[in-house]
């Protein structure tokens, strides 16, 4: 099964904090596997062939390293930024957040499948990443909610995966030159010169990428977290009606949301302000989503459109789509975000959060106008994490709440929005009815 080299664009290097290497000549990296039983490639899941499987899939990085590998899932070339995460677990829910659009998630772990995949975990309809690269395929799956293997899984949906590949290694290269692009491919008649031209002709950065996973039409989110499992449940009652903005939107966002008592109507990344300002809403949320927050600009201009008429929410994506809105500017950051483990200060509350992150961009306080406030610092690089303007009841954090996978301590982020709404209606009745008494 082929699957098709996406977006092919001029290379370009806008944002890049540092250069990116050009290394001329190819490196070969294999790891050592036990040699062939048989050497024809068998089933591609890379579950029931192992350990006997060689090396049949290749992975070609832009800085002219060549890593051969195991494959599973789908065959075929494919190429993707690669960006290491260093979530523990949660894989299933990192395959299905759409934010990983057009990249390849390398995981920092090196046991990964041995939970399967289940039906609660997923995050959105579909995997819109790149693939999956591992060290070490789990040879058995074991969990009471399993429902599949995660090689079966990619291979469902058309996805290719590594493992048996020095992530490590792999790693501290990202570490040290930063994102890079690379080609993965099982197709032994494209020679490595041939993928490296393909890597370093292809780039992420100035791409709407936003576009290829919104929804097509608006519709009503009404799922909530499972009760068995629910936290944080304190204080809800009233209902508010919120206008989710699907710039990619994961669905613990829409849960935890439901949860704390909103009623969600989900739109496409392209709703008009004025078709949302229609529907009355009593908060907006920004979502998180895939690529460059610059490349968006009709995004942005909807936000500037909603601010100031309704509280706002932005998550990722959409803090920085907020932070734009604002007159701040994004750059692309050396290798970004990628993990559950990310501590956070949050400078409202003032106490440290761990919490789960997701991007490769981020908002350059420096460009922020007065009055807009940084709320929340990563505390391994000191780069923003929130912001807020109180006067436009704007509120918004880069990394993810909901979680899934991850630590909930930012959770009661959702009762701060609830609230900002609760505030922001109470005060407009009091003008109204102030407004209705001096006409009598
Ligand atoms: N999770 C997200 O919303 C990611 C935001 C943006 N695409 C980035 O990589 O920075």
Redesign the pocket.
């Known amino acids: 099964m082929e699957l098709a080299i996406k977006n092919r664009i001029a290379p370009t290097t806008q944002n890049f904090l540092t250069p990116k290497p050009k290394v001329k000549s190819l490196r070969v990296f294999s790891v050592k596997c036990i040699t062939s039983l048989s050497s024809s490639d068998v089933a591609a899941t890379g579950v029931a062939d192992r350990p006997w499987k060689t090396s049949d899939a290749r992975l070609v990085l832009e800085d002219g390293s060549v890593w051969s590998a195991k494959s599973f899932g789908a065959r075929g070339t494919q190429v993707g930024e690669v960006v290491f995460n260093t979530s523990l677990t949660g894989y299933q829910e990192i395959l299905t957040?759409p934010?990983y659009a057009g990249q390849f998630v390398l995981m920092t772990n090196p046991h990964i499948g041995n939970t399967g995949v289940n039906f609660d975990d997923e995050e959105s309809r579909q995997c819109f990443l790149a693939g999956l690269v591992i060290r070490s395929l789990s040879i058995s799956t074991s969990n009471w909610r399993c429902t599949k293997a995660l090689g079966d899984y990619l291979l469902e949906r058309n996805l290719m995966g590594i493992y048996d590949v020095d992530t490590r290694a792999i790693t501290r290269r990202l570490r040290q030159d930063g994102s890079l692009i690379g080609v993965l491919t099982t197709e032994e008649s494209k020679t490595d010169e041939e993928l490296l031209e393909m890597s370093r002709s292809w780039d992420i950065v100035g791409i709407d990428l936003i576009s290829g996973v919104t929804c097509t039409g608006p519709y009503e989110w009404v799922d909530k977290t499972d009760p068995e499992w629910d936290f944080n449940c304190e204080g809800r009652g009233d209902i508010y009606h919120v206008i989710a903005y699907d710039?990619?939107i994961k669905h613990n966002i829409l849960r935890r949301l439901s949860s704390y008592g909103c009623k969600i109507t989900v739109v496409p990344s392209n709703w008009p302000a004025s078709e949302t300002l229609k529907m009355k809403p009593d908060g907006v949320l920004f979502?998180?989503?895939?690529?460059?927050?610059s490349a968006v600009p009709y995004a942005v201009k909807t936000v500037k459109e909603l601010l100031g008429n309704v509280p706002v929410f932005g998550?990722?994506?959409?803090h920085?789509l907020l932070g734009q809105a604002l007159g701040g500017k994004t750059f692309k950051m050396k290798f970004?975000h990628h993990g559950g483990n990310h501590p956070v200060r949050n400078l409202v509350a003032n106490r440290v959060e761990i919490s789960a992150q997701?991007?490769?961009?981020?908002v350059d306080p420096a460009s922020l106008p007065k009055g807009v406030e940084v709320t929340h610092i990563n505390l391994n690089d000191g780069s923003c994490a929130g912001l807020a303007f109180p006067a436009l009841n704007v509120m918004s954090l880069q990394y993810?709440p909901e979680a899934s996978p991850g630590p909930h301590d930012s959770d009661s982020v959702f009762g701060e929005f609830i609230k900002l709404m609760k505030e922001v209606k109470q005060k407009a009745s009091a003008e109204i009815s102030v407004t209705v008494k001096k006409r009598w």
């Open positions: 957040d934010s710039f990619g979502s998180n989503g895939p690529g460059d927050p998550i990722c994506m959409g920085q970004g997701n991007h490769n961009y981020a993810h």
